[in-house]
T-cell receptor
């Protein structure tokens, strides 16, 4: 499974757009990129998944460059409730997900 | 989306006792479930893969005799922490994937175990 590198923490203010970038230099051809969100004392929640280019849903957008060695999760107009830890995961081995350190996003008023 | 539940949501026990945590897929059948452990301010660590009708597969460094996993039905996996000690205090989370649905995994709400 490809190793991922994300910033440990990020700060933002309400209403701003937040972009969290994840590096995954060793991504395999068949690997998808998935982002999860976790609030304290809760299980992770799926946000978005993509393979290449751009994916958008009602919550976020995921930008993946042509070489797929990185990806950027974009959260439009964040609110206080978006304060959480965001995990970037690449691939899965028989369904197993290996979590990296994640990015702790703090949204301030 | 699919729902995964856990019971109990929190438990406090005395050192040396055993604790059972249940993980259920509520609206789908899961032949495979996963168990994670998370210490404060740390990421999730995969402990084992629970396979319906067969033995669980444990990650390196996880004691299979201490963390007993049983996956007796397509909707239920249990994790028993045997002879629990304070260092076993942690947040335990299970997950499952709906084989008939989307690719993402669904996680339970977690169980907070505190061993006194």
């Amino acid at each position: 499974l490809a190793k991922t590198t994300q910033p440990i923490s990020m700060d933002s203010y309400e209403g701003q757009e937040v972009n969290i970038t994840c590096s995954h230099n060793n991504i395999a051809t068949n690997d998808y990129i998935t982002w999860y969100q976790q609030f304290p004392s809760q299980g992770p929640r799926f946000i978005i998944q993509g393979y290449k280019t751009k994916v958008t849903n009602e919550v976020a957008s995921l930008f993946i460059p042509a070489d797929r060695k990185s990806s950027t999760l974009s959260l439009p107009r964040v609110s206080l409730s978006d304060t959480a830890v965001y995990y970037c995961l690449v691939g899965s081995q028989g369904g197993k997900l290996i979590f990296g350190q994640g990015t702790e996003l703090s949204v301030k008023p | 989306g699919a729902v995964v539940s856990q019971h109990p949501s929190w438990v406090i026990c005395k050192s040396g006792t055993s604790v059972k945590i249940e993980c259920r897929s509520l609206d789908f059948q899961a032949t495979t479930m996963f168990w994670y452990r998370q210490f404060p301010k740390q990421s999730l660590m995969l402990m084992a893969t629970s396979n319906e009708g067969s033995k669980a597969t444990y990650e390196q460094g996880v004691e299979k005799d201490k963390f007993l996993i049983n996956h007796a039905s397509l909707t239920l996996s249990t994790l028993t922490v045997t002879s629990a000690h304070p260092e076993d205090s942690s947040f335990y989370i299970c997950s499952a994937r709906d084989p008939g649905g989307a690719a993402e995994q669904f996680f339970g709400p977690g169980t907070r175990l505190t061993v006194l």
